[in-house]
Antibody, heavy 128, light 107 residues
Framework: QVQLQESGPGLVKPSQTLSLTCTVSGDSISSSDSYYWSWIRQSAGKGLEWIGR???????NYNPSLKSRVTISLDTSKNQFSLKLSSVTAADTAVYFC???????????????????WGQGTLVTVSS | DIQMTQSPSTLSASVGDRVSITCRASQSISSWLAWYQQKPGKAPKLLIY???SLESGVPSRFSGSGSGTEFTLTISSLQPDDFAAYYC?????????FGQGTKLEIK
């Protein structure tokens, strides 16, 4: 059974960097059956918002609305992946979810699909 | 970005009712659409993928249909556990986008 757990500060000051880590259990991020891993957030104002995804190769895709401020990275030795969002404002206050995406690889090229597994979510508030 | 529009925003129904929720995409997404159920304080749960494929473990009273720009989630006979929020999501192109949600409440 795959489980994901977010961790990180629940309160971040404006203009600082939000940093979250997702610890994966029940699956190896670097296994031969590789998946895409993702961050998604949910706020009252914007609903569910896809932040970005990363593959075992290190390849990333980010939401253009956040691209200049977002970095998603992997730490295979710890079976974790992380999110950094810089220059935060109150608009970045949200519940942040980490997730494993459905992944399929026809002909050797891999594509991602919807979220198969979600973390429980962690509320991050941006406030001074 | 592809805009996803759900209707209605709120739906009141009774146990045993058959209900449908519609999701419209601002451009064609083929069948690359998923439906999720979310209960308060919990992460969403995948119900349907590729527009009409039922995720493992999801009751057969849930079904999805549609392609291109118009999609429907149908619950054939509402159970007490089904009162929740429902979201559609397109994964045809980046950035993946979600509908604004439909709250299914007890009449």
């Amino acid at each position: 059974q795959v489980q994901l757990q977010e961790s990180g500060p629940g309160l971040v000051k404006p203009s600082q960097t939000l940093s979250l880590t997702c610890t994966v259990s029940g699956d190896s991020i670097s296994s031969s059956d590789s998946y895409y891993w993702s961050w998604i957030r949910q706020s009252a104002g914007k609903g569910l918002e896809w932040i970005g995804r990363i593959y075992i190769s290190g390849s990333t895709n980010y939401n253009p609305s956040l691209k200049s401020r977002v970095t998603i990275s992997l730490d295979t030795s710890k079976n974790q992946f992380s999110l950094k969002l810089s220059s935060v404002t109150a608009a970045d206050t949200a519940v942040y979810f980490c997730a494993r995406l459905q992944t399929f690889c026809p002909g050797g090229t891999c594509y991602s699909g919807p979220v198969e597994y979600w973390g429980q979510g962690t509320l991050v508030t941006v406030s001074s | 970005d592809i805009q996803m529009t759900q209707s209605p925003s709120t739906l009141s129904a009774s146990v045993g009712d058959r209900v449908s929720i519609t999701c419209r995409a601002s451009q064609s997404i083929s069948s690359w659409l998923a439906w999720y159920q979310q209960k308060p304080g919990k992460a969403p749960k995948l119900l349907i993928y590729k527009a009409s494929s039922l995720e493992s473990g999801v009751p057969s009273r849930f079904s999805g249909s549609g392609s291109g720009t118009e999609f429907t989630l149908t619950i054939s006979s509402l159970q007490p556990d089904d009162f929740a929020a429902y979201y559609c999501q397109q994964y045809n192109s980046y950035p993946y986008t979600f509908g604004q949600g439909t709250k299914l409440e007890i009449k």
